[in-house]
């Protein structure tokens, strides 16, 4: 297992770097092997991605979601992938944040191995935070927001 944080500032308000960040179908704007993803209820999520030339789907499940401070995800047992991870907003001023990805990622395949030993999946990453900044910044507003909560604990 492998942690990898990166973090951007961008140009706009806390808010509507959150709110943006809820409308997940439009990450393949932004982010380079997203080719799709379908929202499926307010906290699963179907990925279909291309690495290095190789198409997978898989499942998450939104973990933890709080407005303008963190949404938390993990992918659902018996998918071929594993990822988990945490996105954070933090307001610096009124018109400039922070947005940091944490990442915990298990490798599968020799594929994947090679890129995440070679500092690929890092790299990537870096790359998506990167697209997000220019997307963001050019539209200068949110195409859409989600500003419900999830919690891990369902007593919460």
Same mark, same amino acid.
């Given at each position: ?46 990925? #279909? ?7 997978? *789907? ?20 018996? *998918?071929?992938?594993? #990822? ?12 400039? *944040? ?17 890129? *995440? ?40």
């Amino acid at each position: 297992m492998k942690t990898i944080t990166r973090s951007i500032d961008v140009e706009v308000p806390v808010r509507t770097a959150y709110d943006q960040w809820t409308q997940f179908e439009e990450f393949p704007a932004f982010m380079k092997d997203v080719e799709r993803i379908e929202q499926l209820d307010q906290t699963t999520l179907r990925w #279909h991605v291309k690495i290095a030339g190789i198409k997978r *789907s898989f499942e998450t499940t939104i973990t933890e979601q709080t407005p303008d401070q963190r949404i938390a995800w993990t992918t659902q047992p018996g *998918s071929d992938t594993f #990822h988990a991870g945490v996105v954070t907003f933090h307001r610096l001023d009124d018109g400039l *944040s922070r947005v940091t990805l944490q990442m915990d990622v298990e490798p599968d395949g020799v594929v994947e191995k090679v890129g *995440s030993a070679l500092g690929i999946t890092e790299a990537n990453i870096q790359r998506d935070l990167d697209g997000f900044k220019e997307f963001i910044e050019s539209r200068g507003q949110e195409t859409g927001a989600w500003r419900g909560e999830v919690s891990q604990d369902p007593g919460a």
